[in-house]
């Protein structure tokens, strides 16, 4: 359950859209709508090592969450070692300290606690939940986990083969499919983000335990790391168990470089099919290289996208499902990283539709860089004001913003200001940023269908060659998995 909560958490803090250095306040609430986000305070301390730790304490279960933060993740993968930081993370608690993989699941479950780790391309998170009782041996395991991991060989090879498998449904997947070719089309071969988070299945196979030992090394590093304690816990408690398992943590290996690099936009649109024969439908992603996290148009682009496909009644939404019949539904996305990542608009439709659905993305693409009547703005502000307050719910929700403040280096009265942000933004400051953000002309159209079907309408509409990609140009060729011990 945890490494499930933890990968929404890395997901959410690359694919949020996240932006600091927008002026401050000063216009009230609009009558009717929900008054700004009253963030409990964040006590900000430090273990004799340096190390960060931020505390936020609610005390309404007896639950305690412990969340060790590093600035560095898949960004990081050396080059031909992509996949290298997933791989790494996901050993972590498979054995570690004197217990094997098994005794060390037992040991977690004993306590009552999830622990687990995850990474995405900005970061990579250890994250522990288990009642305020328990907390004590829990962060022996924790501190385990990340100062002591084993991999032992048979659980590299047990995993290894599990992520190969993954690799052979995604080239069975046709929505994993179009992602893959989307990242490839807008970034290139060359380029970290043009392959997921997880790497391909050749690099993937030739990576080695040394090459994890050595990641783990530079990666789990003091020099990268803060926590976020969020629950039923006294922050003098809780300094001083961490203190006694990481306070006096020090290493003389490098760390990784934290500093994100710039990503190269693509040239001009460019179509892109890759062919399903005898598909029914038409996957399609239409998007472009996006912005980073730390843009200044952070708040019109979060209304932007609610207009233009960030909830059901959105423009995309009501025009290819309600409209016209041509799917279930169509969403767009700005995933804000350290680097610009990509936005992306997505959808499925029936394989007769495919021409007649770009050409309606393409119109709503250039109709939102207009300004935004105010009916359809005050509804897509209310829409996100009144969502918000939903992120802190639980302790979990709690620490995952808490870690967007670490990990962003935005100001403690970010979230507390962010409403009032919300309901500031008006119809000339989307049409501004939406100018700098979205150029229709320079994305990339990728259809994963039957090319005998599609390829006439994606010609007719006179918007260039259509390149047809082969499955391994993206996900490189296809591998056998090895036999592993169970």
Known sequence: MKRALLALLLVLL??????????????????????????PPVLKRQLPNGIPVWFVQRKKVPLVSVNLLF????????????????????????????RDSLEFADAVDMLGADLS?????DGTVVGLEVPTARLEPALDLMADMVLRPRFAQADIERLRARFLTSFLQMRMDPPSLANAAFLRAIYGEHYRYGTSSSGTAAQFAGLTRQDLLDFHRQLCHPALASFVVTGDVEPDRAMKILGARFGSWTTSSP?????PTRAVPARGRGIFLVDRPDSPQSVLRVGMVGVD??????FPLQILNTVLGGSFTSRLNQNLRERNGFTYGASSNFAMRRAPGPFLVSTSVQADKTGAALAEILSELEAIRQPIPEPELEKARSYAAYSFPGEFETCTDLAAQVLEMQLYGLPDSYFSDYVGRLLEVDAAATARAATRALAPEAMALVVVGDARVVTPQLEALGLGPVRVLEVEEFLGPAIQIPSAQP
């Open 117 to 121: 780790a995850n990474c995405s391309f």
């Open 71 to 98: 600035r560095a993740g898949a960004m990081q993968d050396p080059v031909g070692k992509a996949g290298l930081a997933s791989f790494t993370t996901a050993c972590l608690d498979e054995g570690a300290g004197a």
């Open 14 to 39: 690359t694919m949020v859209p996240v932006g600091a250095g927008i002026p401050d306040r000063t216009a009230p609430p609009r009558p009717g709508l929900p008054p700004d986000l009253k963030m």
């Open 293 to 298: 996290r730390a843009t200044p148009d952070f």
């Open 255 to 259: 760390a990784l470089s934290d500093v």
